[in-house]
């Protein structure tokens, strides 16, 4: 059964920092993706990040990049967003996903849909405020 918990979230205040972490088990990683998305209140779910189990390739959305890190653990079913200078607005529900991997140039391209995803966990809450 595939299961993919979340944790880390809180309140940070802005300009501080955030660990978040997912484990997953139950499936095979190959042609993988484990992404983070968030959806703030009122907004459509947004992808984050992913890395690939293949290659260890990432995305990050534009509003991200330079601030926010993705990476695996030690336990390759783990991953962890490192949240740096966060801003009121990265204030959402951050929830971990597996999907089957489009590749980064996709990402890139297209964005990373939530629809390409297979399986959620329940999320974690972030919230920037001082």
């Known amino acids: 059964q595939v299961q993919l918990v979340e944790s880390g979230g809180g309140l940070v205040q802005p300009g501080g920092s955030l660990t978040l972490s997912c484990a997953a088990s139950?499936?095979?990683?190959?042609?993988?993706?484990i992404a983070w998305f968030r959806q703030a209140p009122g907004k459509e779910r947004e992808g984050v990040a992913c890395?690939?189990?293949?290659?260890?390739?990432?995305y990050y959305t534009d509003s991200v990049k330079g601030r926010f890190t993705i990476a695996r653990g030690n336990a390759k079913n783990t991953v962890f967003l490192q949240m740096n200078s966060l801003k009121p607005e990265d204030t959402a529900v951050y929830y971990c996903a597996v999907g089957e991997d489009r590749g980064t140039d996709t990402y890139y391209i297209y964005g990373l849909d939530p629809g390409g995803m297979d399986y959620w966990g329940k999320g974690t809450l972030v919230t920037v405020s001082s």
């Open positions: 139950g499936f095979t990683l190959d042609y993988t993706v």
């Open positions: 890395i690939s189990s293949s290659d260890d390739s990432i």
